[in-house]
């Protein structure tokens, strides 16, 4: 059983959270090969002083939108599976009216 946490920034509408949410349910079926309706999924909102995190690590210009994901799973769990994962979840939401991008 997969377990994921979603922690984003205070104030998000629920049509957002959810459609983030169903993005990394996606990902977790489609990259883990977890079983369909295997959906544990916690959305955590903070505000903007209990979100840490460096704006400009690895050179990146983070949005104040940033979003951290979080999947915890037994569920094929291989080297193989897990490293395409890490790109996987931005590119997909690039689609959704959820994804917020990172600015230049």
């Known amino acids: 059983m997969p377990f994921a946490r979603i922690d984003l920034i205070k104030g998000k509408h629920a049509d ?6 169903d993005i990394v349910y996606e990902g977790i079926v489609n990259v883990l090969k977890a ?4 959906r544990f999924i916690v959305v955590n909102e903070h ?3 209990n ?6 690590f ?5 949005s104040p939108d940033f979003i951290l ?3 915890t799973s037994t569920v094929g769990n291989t080297k193989e599976l897990n490293l395409p994962s890490t790109g996987r979840l931005p590119t997909n939401s690039t689609a959704s009216s959820a994804y917020v991008p990172m600015t230049s």
Do not use: T
Request: hydrophobic share 35%; net charge negative; no cysteine.
């Open 16 to 21: 957002y959270r959810a459609k983030v949410a």
């Open 35 to 38: 079983p369909d309706g295997d």
């Open 51 to 56: 979100l840490i995190y460096d704006r400009h």
């Open 69 to 71: 994901i979080q999947v």
């Open 58 to 62: 690895l050179g990146m210009d983070r």
């Open 47 to 49: 505000a903007p002083e």
